[in-house]
Protein backbone atom coordinates (compact mmCIF):
# COMPACT_ATOMS: atom_id res chain seq x y z
CA UNK A 1 0.00 0.00 0.00
CA UNK A 2 1.44 3.57 -0.85
CA UNK A 3 1.66 6.40 1.47
CA UNK A 4 0.49 9.66 1.47
CA UNK A 5 0.48 13.03 3.45
CA UNK A 6 -2.65 14.03 5.52
CA UNK A 7 -2.47 18.12 7.55
CA UNK A 8 -4.77 18.07 10.52
CA UNK A 9 -5.05 20.91 12.35
CA UNK A 10 -2.43 19.46 15.09
CA UNK A 11 -0.06 18.16 12.61
CA UNK A 12 1.34 16.89 9.31
CA UNK A 13 1.32 12.98 9.16
CA UNK A 14 2.88 10.25 6.94
CA UNK A 15 -0.14 8.18 6.12
CA UNK A 16 -0.51 4.38 5.28
CA UNK A 17 -4.25 3.39 4.62
CA UNK A 18 -6.02 5.24 7.49
CA UNK A 19 -3.32 5.31 10.00
CA UNK A 20 -0.04 7.45 10.59
CA UNK A 21 3.31 5.78 10.60
CA UNK A 22 5.42 9.25 10.92
CA UNK A 23 4.24 13.03 12.13
CA UNK A 24 5.62 16.54 12.76
CA UNK A 25 3.50 18.51 14.94
CA UNK A 26 2.40 22.07 14.72
CA UNK A 27 3.70 24.23 17.27
CA UNK A 28 2.01 28.29 18.26
CA UNK A 29 3.98 31.15 16.34
CA UNK A 30 6.20 33.09 18.80
CA UNK A 31 5.17 35.84 16.14
CA UNK A 32 2.08 35.66 14.93
CA UNK A 33 -0.68 33.97 17.36
CA UNK A 34 -2.83 33.08 13.89
CA UNK A 35 0.10 31.30 12.41
CA UNK A 36 1.33 27.90 13.51
CA UNK A 37 4.95 26.53 12.76
CA UNK A 38 6.48 23.15 12.18
CA UNK A 39 10.23 21.52 11.31
CA UNK A 40 9.87 20.52 7.83
CA UNK A 41 13.29 18.50 8.52
CA UNK A 42 11.58 15.10 9.29
CA UNK A 43 9.39 15.70 5.62
CA UNK A 44 12.37 15.55 3.68
CA UNK A 45 13.04 11.61 5.07
CA UNK A 46 9.03 10.71 3.52
CA UNK A 47 10.15 11.40 0.17
CA UNK A 48 13.47 9.63 0.25
CA UNK A 49 11.87 6.41 1.26
CA UNK A 50 10.86 3.98 -1.54
CA UNK A 51 7.07 4.29 -1.77
CA UNK A 52 7.19 7.99 -1.37
CA UNK A 53 4.08 10.19 -1.13
CA UNK A 54 2.57 10.76 -4.19
CA UNK A 55 -1.16 12.69 -3.14
CA UNK A 56 -1.70 14.97 0.07
CA UNK A 57 -5.22 16.04 1.76
CA UNK A 58 -5.40 19.52 3.85
CA UNK A 59 -8.36 19.91 6.82
CA UNK A 60 -8.43 22.94 8.00
CA UNK A 61 -10.63 24.16 11.18
CA UNK A 62 -12.11 20.99 10.59
CA UNK A 63 -12.31 20.02 14.18
CA UNK A 64 -12.09 16.55 13.94
CA UNK A 65 -10.28 13.72 15.21
CA UNK A 66 -6.58 13.29 14.38
CA UNK A 67 -5.48 9.53 13.24
CA UNK A 68 -4.43 6.32 14.81
CA UNK A 69 -0.61 5.45 14.44
CA UNK A 70 -0.35 2.32 12.84
CA UNK A 71 0.60 -0.45 15.26
CA UNK A 72 -0.87 1.57 18.38
CA UNK A 73 -3.16 -1.48 19.41
CA UNK A 74 -0.20 -3.67 19.74
CA UNK A 75 2.15 -1.64 21.77
CA UNK A 76 3.45 -4.46 23.75
CA UNK A 77 5.29 -6.17 20.84
CA UNK A 78 9.14 -5.38 20.02
CA UNK A 79 11.49 -8.10 19.44
CA UNK A 80 14.28 -5.95 19.74
CA UNK A 81 13.40 -5.16 23.50
CA UNK A 82 13.34 -1.76 22.91
CA UNK A 83 12.63 1.50 24.81
CA UNK A 84 12.46 5.18 24.83
CA UNK A 85 13.74 7.32 27.43
CA UNK A 86 11.91 7.68 30.79
CA UNK A 87 8.13 6.26 30.13
CA UNK A 88 7.93 7.67 26.93
CA UNK A 89 6.44 5.57 23.23
CA UNK A 90 9.23 6.83 21.39
CA UNK A 91 6.53 7.69 18.36
CA UNK A 92 7.14 7.44 14.89
CA UNK A 93 10.12 5.40 15.63
CA UNK A 94 11.13 2.35 13.23
CA UNK A 95 13.07 -0.66 15.30
CA UNK A 96 16.12 -0.44 16.73
CA UNK A 97 18.76 -0.06 14.15
CA UNK A 98 20.73 1.55 11.37
CA UNK A 99 18.35 2.22 9.15
CA UNK A 100 15.59 4.54 10.57
CA UNK A 101 15.69 8.12 9.52
CA UNK A 102 18.21 10.17 11.53
CA UNK A 103 17.93 13.81 11.92
CA UNK A 104 19.98 15.06 14.28
CA UNK A 105 20.56 18.27 16.11
CA UNK A 106 20.97 21.87 14.95
CA UNK A 107 22.90 24.46 15.96
CA UNK A 108 21.67 28.52 14.79
CA UNK A 109 24.79 31.08 14.67
CA UNK A 110 23.33 33.65 17.17
CA UNK A 111 25.76 36.61 17.15
CA UNK A 112 28.60 36.36 14.47
CA UNK A 113 31.42 34.82 14.86
CA UNK A 114 34.16 32.77 14.08
CA UNK A 115 34.25 28.80 13.77
CA UNK A 116 38.05 27.59 14.58
CA UNK A 117 39.72 24.78 13.28
CA UNK A 118 41.56 24.43 16.16
CA UNK A 119 40.84 24.83 20.12
CA UNK A 120 42.99 28.55 20.16
CA UNK A 121 41.21 32.23 20.57
CA UNK A 122 40.31 33.49 17.31
CA UNK A 123 43.14 36.06 17.26
CA UNK A 124 45.88 33.34 17.82
CA UNK A 125 45.04 31.85 14.65
CA UNK A 126 45.67 32.14 10.77
CA UNK A 127 42.69 33.73 8.81
CA UNK A 128 42.96 29.71 6.94
CA UNK A 129 42.36 28.73 10.49
CA UNK A 130 39.41 29.74 10.96
CA UNK A 131 35.87 31.19 9.52
CA UNK A 132 33.02 34.07 10.28
CA UNK A 133 30.05 33.10 10.28
CA UNK A 134 26.99 35.59 9.91
CA UNK A 135 24.29 35.72 12.22
CA UNK A 136 21.36 33.39 11.75
CA UNK A 137 23.94 30.94 9.95
CA UNK A 138 21.97 26.92 10.62
CA UNK A 139 24.27 24.06 10.79
CA UNK A 140 23.28 20.55 11.22
CA UNK A 141 25.16 18.65 13.82
CA UNK A 142 25.82 15.09 15.21
CA UNK A 143 26.42 16.33 18.68
CA UNK A 144 28.47 18.39 20.48
CA UNK A 145 31.02 18.63 23.77
CA UNK A 146 30.58 21.16 26.04
CA UNK A 147 34.37 21.31 27.21
CA UNK A 148 33.68 24.27 30.04
CA UNK A 149 34.69 28.09 30.10
CA UNK A 150 31.99 28.37 27.05
CA UNK A 151 33.57 26.76 24.70
CA UNK A 152 32.08 23.83 22.72
CA UNK A 153 33.79 21.57 20.27
CA UNK A 154 30.85 20.57 17.02
CA UNK A 155 30.77 18.05 15.06
CA UNK A 156 29.19 18.81 11.82
CA UNK A 157 26.58 16.06 9.61
CA UNK A 158 28.88 17.17 6.59
CA UNK A 159 32.25 19.31 6.24
CA UNK A 160 30.01 22.31 4.74
CA UNK A 161 32.41 25.47 6.30
CA UNK A 162 35.37 26.45 4.04
CA UNK A 163 37.78 23.94 1.54
CA UNK A 164 38.38 21.61 3.49
CA UNK A 165 37.25 18.11 4.80
CA UNK A 166 36.59 18.91 8.01
CA UNK A 167 33.68 18.57 10.15
CA UNK A 168 34.95 19.05 13.79
CA UNK A 169 34.98 22.61 14.76
CA UNK A 170 35.51 25.05 18.29
CA UNK A 171 33.15 27.79 18.90
CA UNK A 172 32.19 30.16 21.63
CA UNK A 173 28.80 28.85 23.17
CA UNK A 174 27.90 31.83 23.83
CA UNK A 175 27.85 33.12 20.35
CA UNK A 176 25.02 30.01 19.07
CA UNK A 177 22.02 28.87 20.18
CA UNK A 178 20.68 25.23 19.76
CA UNK A 179 17.59 24.78 18.23
CA UNK A 180 15.07 22.69 19.93
CA UNK A 181 11.49 22.14 20.80
CA UNK A 182 11.34 22.32 24.04
CA UNK A 183 10.24 26.17 25.12
CA UNK A 184 9.52 27.46 28.11
CA UNK A 185 7.13 30.42 28.51
CA UNK A 186 6.50 32.73 31.27
CA UNK A 187 2.98 32.92 32.67
CA UNK A 188 3.40 35.51 34.66
CA UNK A 189 6.54 37.89 35.87
CA UNK A 190 8.92 35.59 37.70
CA UNK A 191 12.69 35.27 37.99
CA UNK A 192 15.20 32.32 37.43
CA UNK A 193 17.79 31.63 40.00
CA UNK A 194 21.25 29.87 40.86
CA UNK A 195 19.07 27.58 43.43
CA UNK A 196 15.99 25.97 44.29
CA UNK A 197 14.81 27.94 46.91
CA UNK A 198 11.99 31.32 47.57
CA UNK A 199 13.76 34.20 46.06
CA UNK A 200 13.98 35.88 49.29
CA UNK A 201 16.21 33.76 50.17
CA UNK A 202 18.61 34.27 47.41
CA UNK A 203 20.86 37.39 47.02
CA UNK A 204 19.96 39.82 43.61
CA UNK A 205 22.96 38.33 42.61
CA UNK A 206 21.60 35.29 42.33
CA UNK A 207 18.60 36.06 40.32
CA UNK A 208 17.46 37.03 36.61
CA UNK A 209 14.20 38.61 36.20
CA UNK A 210 11.92 37.29 33.64
CA UNK A 211 8.99 39.16 32.18
CA UNK A 212 5.29 37.50 31.38
CA UNK A 213 5.48 36.25 28.17
CA UNK A 214 8.92 36.02 27.87
CA UNK A 215 9.89 32.41 25.63
CA UNK A 216 12.80 30.42 26.13
CA UNK A 217 14.37 27.13 24.11
CA UNK A 218 15.29 24.41 26.08
CA UNK A 219 18.14 21.77 26.19
CA UNK A 220 16.26 19.69 28.44
CA UNK A 221 14.37 20.50 32.32
CA UNK A 222 14.05 17.90 35.40
CA UNK A 223 12.13 18.25 38.60
CA UNK A 224 13.89 20.08 41.41
CA UNK A 225 12.70 20.88 45.20
CA UNK A 226 10.10 23.19 46.34
CA UNK A 227 8.21 22.29 43.04
CA UNK A 228 11.02 24.05 40.55
CA UNK A 229 11.72 22.91 37.16
CA UNK A 230 15.86 22.60 36.80
CA UNK A 231 16.26 24.25 33.37
CA UNK A 232 19.22 24.12 30.84
CA UNK A 233 19.03 26.72 28.05
CA UNK A 234 19.51 26.32 25.20
CA UNK A 235 21.00 29.84 24.50
CA UNK A 236 22.71 32.69 26.70
CA UNK A 237 19.41 34.74 28.15
CA UNK A 238 21.76 38.03 27.76
CA UNK A 239 24.90 39.51 27.13
CA UNK A 240 25.28 40.18 30.58
CA UNK A 241 24.28 37.21 31.68
CA UNK A 242 25.91 33.93 29.96
CA UNK A 243 24.55 31.28 32.51
CA UNK A 244 22.88 28.54 30.70
CA UNK A 245 21.47 26.33 34.05
CA UNK A 246 18.87 27.78 35.73
CA UNK A 247 16.07 27.01 38.32
CA UNK A 248 12.33 28.91 37.68
CA UNK A 249 9.47 28.07 40.23
CA UNK A 250 6.84 25.39 37.97
CA UNK A 251 3.63 27.18 38.48
CA UNK A 252 4.94 30.63 36.98
CA UNK A 253 6.11 28.68 33.29
CA UNK A 254 4.84 26.28 31.07
CA UNK A 255 6.98 24.54 29.64
CA UNK A 256 6.04 22.39 26.55
CA UNK A 257 7.72 19.59 24.36
CA UNK A 258 10.17 16.97 24.94
CA UNK A 259 13.28 14.93 23.69
CA UNK A 260 15.99 12.64 24.67
CA UNK A 261 19.61 13.16 25.57
CA UNK A 262 22.59 11.14 26.25
CA UNK A 263 25.29 12.47 27.98
CA UNK A 264 28.99 11.18 28.43
CA UNK A 265 30.09 12.12 32.16
CA UNK A 266 33.45 10.69 31.64
CA UNK A 267 36.22 9.91 28.77
CA UNK A 268 34.96 6.11 27.55
CA UNK A 269 34.74 3.98 24.47
CA UNK A 270 31.52 3.18 22.52
CA UNK A 271 31.56 -0.61 21.41
CA UNK A 272 30.02 -2.63 19.02
CA UNK A 273 29.31 -5.13 21.13
CA UNK A 274 29.09 -5.09 25.44
CA UNK A 275 32.44 -6.72 26.03
CA UNK A 276 36.24 -5.56 26.97
CA UNK A 277 37.15 -2.51 24.62
CA UNK A 278 40.67 -4.72 24.37
CA UNK A 279 38.96 -7.87 22.43
CA UNK A 280 37.53 -5.46 19.68
CA UNK A 281 39.33 -4.03 16.85
CA UNK A 282 39.17 -0.55 15.94
CA UNK A 283 36.60 -0.30 13.65
CA UNK A 284 34.45 -2.01 16.33
CA UNK A 285 34.92 0.92 18.80
CA UNK A 286 35.10 4.59 18.82
CA UNK A 287 36.49 6.58 21.84
CA UNK A 288 33.92 9.38 23.05
CA UNK A 289 34.53 12.72 24.84
CA UNK A 290 33.64 13.72 28.36
CA UNK A 291 30.73 16.21 27.96
CA UNK A 292 29.58 15.48 24.94
CA UNK A 293 26.14 15.13 24.30
CA UNK A 294 24.04 13.24 21.78
CA UNK A 295 19.99 13.38 21.12
CA UNK A 296 18.92 9.70 21.23
CA UNK A 297 16.27 8.07 19.01
CA UNK A 298 15.92 5.21 21.67
CA UNK A 299 17.99 2.59 24.15
CA UNK A 300 17.43 -1.46 24.71
CA UNK A 301 17.55 -2.75 28.00
CA UNK A 302 21.11 -3.23 29.82
CA UNK A 303 23.32 -5.77 29.26
CA UNK A 304 26.51 -6.83 31.12
CA UNK A 305 26.92 -3.49 32.62
CA UNK A 306 26.47 -1.68 28.83
CA UNK A 307 23.27 -0.06 27.35
CA UNK A 308 22.70 -0.47 23.55
CA UNK A 309 22.18 3.14 22.16
CA UNK A 310 20.45 4.32 18.78
CA UNK A 311 22.16 8.26 18.32
CA UNK A 312 20.39 10.25 16.23
CA UNK A 313 22.24 11.93 13.53
CA UNK A 314 25.34 11.05 14.88
CA UNK A 315 27.56 8.70 12.57
CA UNK A 316 30.19 7.48 14.76
CA UNK A 317 33.95 5.06 13.44
CA UNK A 318 35.12 3.79 10.24
CA UNK A 319 31.70 2.87 9.55
CA UNK A 320 29.70 5.65 10.40
CA UNK A 321 27.46 3.81 12.82
CA UNK A 322 24.36 4.87 14.92
CA UNK A 323 24.21 2.34 16.93
CA UNK A 324 26.74 1.49 20.08
CA UNK A 325 26.99 -0.13 23.65
CA UNK A 326 28.35 2.50 26.29
CA UNK A 327 29.32 2.02 29.54
CA UNK A 328 26.36 2.37 31.87
CA UNK A 329 28.88 3.83 34.85
CA UNK A 330 30.09 6.71 31.80
CA UNK A 331 26.22 8.10 30.70
CA UNK A 332 23.40 9.99 31.47
CA UNK A 333 20.00 9.73 30.11
CA UNK A 334 17.66 13.04 30.73
CA UNK A 335 14.57 13.54 29.17
CA UNK A 336 11.20 12.24 27.96
CA UNK A 337 8.77 12.26 25.16
CA UNK A 338 5.41 13.65 24.61
CA UNK A 339 2.04 11.55 24.66
CA UNK A 340 2.94 10.02 27.86
CA UNK A 341 0.38 10.31 30.47
CA UNK A 342 -0.55 7.23 32.83
CA UNK A 343 -3.50 7.35 34.70
CA UNK A 344 -3.58 4.64 37.14
CA UNK A 345 -5.08 3.59 40.37
CA UNK A 346 -3.26 1.71 43.12
CA UNK A 347 -5.05 0.13 46.09
CA UNK A 348 -5.28 1.07 50.03
CA UNK A 349 -2.19 -0.84 51.53
CA UNK A 350 -2.92 -3.61 54.06
CA UNK A 351 0.62 -4.54 54.80
CA UNK A 352 1.14 -5.14 58.21
CA UNK A 353 3.65 -2.73 60.39
CA UNK A 354 5.26 -2.59 63.54
CA UNK A 355 2.82 -1.57 65.66
CA UNK A 356 0.25 -3.90 63.85
CA UNK A 357 0.25 -7.74 63.90
CA UNK A 358 -0.33 -9.01 60.16
CA UNK A 359 -3.72 -9.29 59.36
CA UNK A 360 -6.22 -12.35 59.97
CA UNK A 361 -7.88 -12.38 56.41
CA UNK A 362 -4.63 -12.59 54.35
CA UNK A 363 -6.73 -12.15 50.84
CA UNK A 364 -7.40 -13.88 47.71
CA UNK A 365 -4.47 -16.54 46.23
CA UNK A 366 -2.00 -15.27 44.16
CA UNK A 367 0.13 -17.45 40.84
CA UNK A 368 3.00 -15.98 41.02
CA UNK A 369 5.21 -17.74 38.48
CA UNK A 370 8.41 -18.74 39.55
CA UNK A 371 7.60 -19.18 42.73
CA UNK A 372 6.54 -22.42 44.64
CA UNK A 373 4.64 -22.42 47.83
CA UNK A 374 1.33 -20.42 48.58
CA UNK A 375 1.09 -16.56 48.20
CA UNK A 376 -2.33 -14.30 49.02
CA UNK A 377 -2.66 -11.42 48.21
CA UNK A 378 -2.07 -9.65 51.83
CA UNK A 379 0.96 -10.72 52.43
CA UNK A 380 3.89 -8.76 52.24
CA UNK A 381 6.04 -8.90 49.46
CA UNK A 382 8.78 -9.06 51.93
CA UNK A 383 7.33 -10.86 55.04
CA UNK A 384 10.52 -9.92 56.92
CA UNK A 385 12.46 -6.78 54.68
CA UNK A 386 15.86 -5.76 55.22
CA UNK A 387 16.29 -4.27 58.22
CA UNK A 388 14.36 -6.84 60.12
CA UNK A 389 10.98 -5.68 60.18
CA UNK A 390 7.90 -6.66 58.77
CA UNK A 391 7.99 -5.70 55.24
CA UNK A 392 5.41 -2.86 54.62
CA UNK A 393 4.39 -3.66 50.95
CA UNK A 394 1.55 -6.32 49.50
CA UNK A 395 1.01 -8.60 46.52
CA UNK A 396 -2.43 -6.50 46.85
CA UNK A 397 -0.40 -3.39 46.35
CA UNK A 398 2.06 -4.50 43.06
CA UNK A 399 -0.94 -6.54 41.21
CA UNK A 400 -3.45 -4.07 42.09
CA UNK A 401 -5.61 -6.26 43.74
CA UNK A 402 -9.21 -5.91 43.22
CA UNK A 403 -10.60 -8.16 46.51
CA UNK A 404 -14.43 -7.50 44.95
CA UNK A 405 -14.34 -9.45 41.89
CA UNK A 406 -10.61 -11.84 42.05
CA UNK A 407 -9.05 -9.68 39.61
CA UNK A 408 -5.47 -8.90 39.71
CA UNK A 409 -2.85 -8.34 37.59
CA UNK A 410 -0.84 -11.59 36.33
CA UNK A 411 2.41 -11.44 36.28
CA UNK A 412 3.52 -12.46 32.58
CA UNK A 413 6.79 -14.50 33.75
CA UNK A 414 9.14 -14.75 36.36
CA UNK A 415 11.15 -11.83 35.13
CA UNK A 416 8.40 -9.49 35.99
CA UNK A 417 7.91 -11.28 39.97
CA UNK A 418 11.57 -10.85 40.55
CA UNK A 419 11.27 -7.20 39.07
CA UNK A 420 8.68 -7.13 41.80
CA UNK A 421 11.46 -8.02 44.66
CA UNK A 422 13.92 -5.55 43.01
CA UNK A 423 11.56 -2.75 43.53
CA UNK A 424 9.95 -3.65 46.83
CA UNK A 425 13.26 -3.47 48.45
CA UNK A 426 13.79 0.27 47.07
CA UNK A 427 10.77 0.96 48.56
CA UNK A 428 11.38 -0.29 51.67
CA UNK A 429 14.44 1.93 52.07
CA UNK A 430 12.45 4.57 50.61
CA UNK A 431 9.42 4.63 53.31
CA UNK A 432 12.23 3.93 56.16
CA UNK A 433 14.08 7.40 54.71
CA UNK A 434 10.49 9.44 55.38
CA UNK A 435 10.74 7.94 59.05
CA UNK A 436 7.96 4.96 57.84
CA UNK A 437 5.80 7.09 56.84
CA UNK A 438 2.75 4.99 54.63
CA UNK A 439 3.27 5.64 51.19
CA UNK A 440 0.62 5.58 48.50
CA UNK A 441 1.00 3.26 45.38
CA UNK A 442 -0.64 4.66 42.37
CA UNK A 443 1.04 2.07 39.78
CA UNK A 444 2.81 -0.75 40.16
CA UNK A 445 3.46 -3.76 37.97
CA UNK A 446 0.87 -3.05 34.45
CA UNK A 447 0.22 -6.15 31.85
CA UNK A 448 0.43 -5.40 28.23
CA UNK A 449 -3.23 -4.75 28.02
CA UNK A 450 -3.81 -2.52 31.26
CA UNK A 451 -0.41 -0.64 29.85
CA UNK A 452 -1.85 0.41 26.85
CA UNK A 453 -5.38 1.31 28.84
CA UNK A 454 -3.92 3.49 31.52
CA UNK A 455 -1.77 5.40 28.87
CA UNK A 456 1.34 4.05 29.74
CA UNK A 457 4.48 4.08 27.40
CA UNK A 458 5.34 1.21 24.70
CA UNK A 459 8.12 0.08 26.89
CA UNK A 460 7.29 0.76 30.10
CA UNK A 461 8.92 -0.84 32.85
CA UNK A 462 5.96 -1.19 35.01
CA UNK A 463 5.87 -4.32 32.25
CA UNK A 464 8.88 -5.83 33.96
CA UNK A 465 6.81 -4.75 37.35
CA UNK A 466 10.17 -3.12 38.71
CA UNK A 467 8.68 0.13 38.32
CA UNK A 468 6.15 2.72 41.04
CA UNK A 469 4.44 5.64 40.63
CA UNK A 470 3.87 6.64 44.12
CA UNK A 471 2.82 9.49 46.81
CA UNK A 472 4.77 10.18 50.08
CA UNK A 473 1.33 12.04 51.64
CA UNK A 474 1.90 15.44 52.94
CA UNK A 475 5.60 15.76 50.48
CA UNK A 476 5.62 17.65 47.26
CA UNK A 477 6.80 15.09 44.45
CA UNK A 478 8.90 17.47 42.93
CA UNK A 479 11.19 17.50 47.09
CA UNK A 480 10.71 13.56 46.49
CA UNK A 481 12.11 13.54 43.35
CA UNK A 482 15.37 15.97 44.37
CA UNK A 483 15.83 14.05 47.85
CA UNK A 484 15.69 10.70 46.12
CA UNK A 485 18.04 11.76 42.79
CA UNK A 486 21.03 11.43 44.62
CA UNK A 487 20.72 8.05 46.27
CA UNK A 488 19.09 6.26 43.81
CA UNK A 489 21.75 7.20 41.26
CA UNK A 490 22.79 4.77 38.25
CA UNK A 491 20.56 2.47 39.95
CA UNK A 492 17.17 3.58 37.93
CA UNK A 493 15.15 6.06 36.50
CA UNK A 494 13.35 8.70 38.61
CA UNK A 495 10.91 10.90 37.66
CA UNK A 496 7.95 13.33 38.96
CA UNK A 497 4.97 14.79 38.02
CA UNK A 498 3.02 17.21 40.24
CA UNK A 499 0.88 14.20 41.38
CA UNK A 500 3.08 11.04 42.07
CA UNK A 501 6.81 10.29 41.72
CA UNK A 502 7.83 7.54 39.27
CA UNK A 503 11.20 5.13 40.39
CA UNK A 504 12.44 2.34 38.30
CA UNK A 505 15.26 -0.20 38.34
CA UNK A 506 16.17 -0.47 34.53
CA UNK A 507 20.10 -0.10 36.06
CA UNK A 508 20.91 2.74 34.61
CA UNK A 509 20.14 6.41 35.37
CA UNK A 510 17.64 8.20 33.39
CA UNK A 511 15.91 11.28 34.54
CA UNK A 512 12.59 13.26 33.37
CA UNK A 513 9.77 15.74 34.00
CA UNK A 514 6.28 14.21 32.99
CA UNK A 515 5.26 17.77 32.00
CA UNK A 516 1.78 17.62 34.29
Not at 11 to 17: R, V
Not at 135 to 146: A, E, F, M, R
Not at 189 to 199: G, L, P
Not at 381 to 397: K, L, S
Request: hydrophobic share 35%; charged share 20%.
Amino acid sequence: MGTWVKETDEAIYLMQGNQWISRIQKKPSSSNPREQVLNVEGMRQWFLRADAPLAMTVSVGSGGSEPDRMGAATPDKNPQGEESLGEADGEGLAPLGEDRPSLGAKLRVKKTTYFRRQPLPADRLAEVDKILLTQGSVLDLQYYVDLGDHQWQVELREPTLGNQPQKTWWVDARDVEMITHITLTAIRKTVFKREAKDSSQLPATSLLTIAQGARFHLINNTPAAGDHAEIELAEVPSSQETRRQWFVYKPDVNIEGRRELLRVKGDTVFKTQPIQSSQLTSEEKVLVKKGTVFLLNSYAQPAQNHVRVALQGAFLGPKNLTTWYAYIPDIEMEGTSLGNNPKDQGVAPVAPTRTAPAPVDRGIRLTLPGLSGTYYSNDPIYPVNQYGQPGNFTWAEALHVNRATGYYRKPANAAVVQGIFRIARALEEIRRMYGDRPMRINSWYRDPATNAAVGGARFSRHLSGDAVDFVIPGVSCFNVYARLSPWWGQRGGLASSSVFTHIDARGYRARWDYGY
